[in-house]
């Protein structure tokens, strides 16, 4: 089993989640503030007439645990839903998983998916 946690920006979440539907079993999403290698957005503050850049970008990481099998459709489906060929895009990151226990239904590994 893998864990995989794509970091993106936040208003690519709702058409990554419509993809991902029905391929995972499922996900979680947890939003922040993130500082990367793209670029960050430019604010406009003091009644309009200054304009700063901002220190973090609006970012979503979106979770999932996925059999083996599975791991490089997932992949491939968050890197084409989410490209848009800026530095800014984000990134995916894929962990191994020992286990996993489902705790209401004491199923694990991958019957707990």
Do not use: P, Y
């Amino acid at each position: 089993m893998k864990k995989i946690e794509a970091t993106i920006q936040s208003s690519k979440v709702n058409i990554l989640i419509d993809e991902l539907n029905g391929i995972v079993s499922g996900f979680t999403i947890t939003e922040g503030k993130g500082r990367g290698s793209g670029k960050r957005q430019n604010i406009r503050s003091g009644r309009g007439t200054i304009s700063k850049t901002a220190e973090f970008n609006k970012v979503s990481v979106i979770s999932t645990i996925v059999d083996d099998s599975i791991v490089e459709k997932v992949s491939k489906i968050i890197e084409e839903s989410v490209f848009s060929g800026g530095e800014e895009d984000g990134i995916i990151v894929i962990s191994d998983i020992e286990s996993v226990l489902n705790i209401g239904t004491k199923k694990k590994n991958s019957e707990a998916l």
